[in-house]
């Protein structure tokens, strides 16, 4: 299910034109650590800063949906928060943003020079902000004009010949920047810092209505994916946490799609599913709405106030290979 979305990025009337590259990451970051395949929980004075700041959320705001689940996790909708209120609060901490896109083929020439050039101009400003790009095709990365404190960095990956590998992959790529390169309080996000949480969960925005019956989990009992019931149907474009529980999470999913290949099983949406195998055994903290992730073709709008990424037409025809 992860795939090539043309989104667009609405924060306080801001207009963002920006594309998802075989799906999309954003690594918030804040400590210079190390760590293998364990989780190391936050601390004391981490858990109290971030719940200080879910103490400002307003569970009341949207009546007419779920905003938090059964472990008590919230489900961020606008109206729920004061945006300023979690971007000061960054601010004044001197946080720091790690974005990673993966533009790969024929969709870095199609896409990546629009996606960093709306980003300089919309996302995250004032704050310091390090892009990830990886790419089969280095030579290929534009040379556009950065801000103060704003960098560019091009890490090479392999050439696959399906899309199905790339998309899979990406799980072992984000493992390894996360242990080689950025080593940091990580989030794997594409908004405003009230998205900013220990473990990161986007919901599906073609699944969030429907009963758990319709939700398409792995069900072949050989795949290590294989879900027969769960919380929720999770969109595998957006997903994060601290960078402890982003590598434990990729590392997860890639342990599970490597066991799978050498039982010769391919779980039914690839990393999409043993992405959620995983939060329904590890329950994220802090779940998005499909507003954050958002398809116009889908007819009931009538919870979406505001759509931060929008989906587009997939042109698999004349991008995709294998």
Not at 43 to 67: C, H, I, K, M, Y
Request: charged share 20%; with cysteine; net charge neutral.
């Amino acid at each position: 299910m992860t795939g090539l979305f043309y989104t667009t990025l609405r924060r306080d009337g801001i207009l963002c034109c920006m594309l998802v590259i075989l799906g999309f990451t954003f690594l918030y970051s804040r400590y210079l650590r190390n760590t293998v395949l364990m989780i190391n929980l936050p601390t004391e004075q981490e858990r109290r800063q971030s719940s200080n700041l879910d103490n400002t959320l307003n569970f009341g705001a949207r009546p007419s949906v779920q905003t938090s689940t059964s472990w008590n996790a919230p489900i961020i909708w606008e109206g729920m928060f004061d945006p300023d209120l979690f971007d000061q609060k960054h601010i004044e901490e001197k946080s720091s943003v790690a974005l990673t896109v993966f533009a790969v083929g024929r969709y870095l020439d199609a896409y990546l020079k629009i996606f960093l050039t709306s980003a300089e101009q919309h996302f995250m400003l004032g704050l310091p902000v390090t892009y990830y790009v990886f790419t089969d095709s280095s030579e290929k990365v534009p040379n556009i004009t950065l801000g103060s404190h704003r960098n560019i960095k091009v890490i090479p990956v392999e050439k696959h010949t399906r899309w199905q590998d790339i998309s899979m992959m990406r799980m072992r790529t984000i493992s390894e920047a996360i242990e080689s390169e950025i080593r940091q309080f990580s989030l794997c996000l594409l908004f405003g810092s009230e998205a900013l949480g220990d473990s990161v969960a986007l919901l599906h925005a073609h699944y969030y209505k429907l009963p758990k019956a319709r939700f398409t989990y792995d069900r072949n009992p050989k795949s290590k994916a294989f879900m027969e019931t769960g919380d929720f149907y999770y969109h595998a474009a957006i997903f994060g946490g601290m960078w402890q529980n982003v590598k434990h999470l990729v590392d997860a999913c890639y342990l599970g799609i490597m066991e799978d290949k050498i039982n010769n099983v391919e779980a039914l949406w690839h990393d999409e599913s043993h992405l959620n195998k995983y939060f329904w055994i590890h329950k994220p903290s802090r779940l998005l709405s499909p507003e954050y992730c958002w398809d116009q073709s889908i007819w009931d709008k009538q919870d979406i106030l505001v759509t931060r990424l929008v989906w587009a037409p997939k042109h698999y025809d004349t991008l995709r290979t294998g």
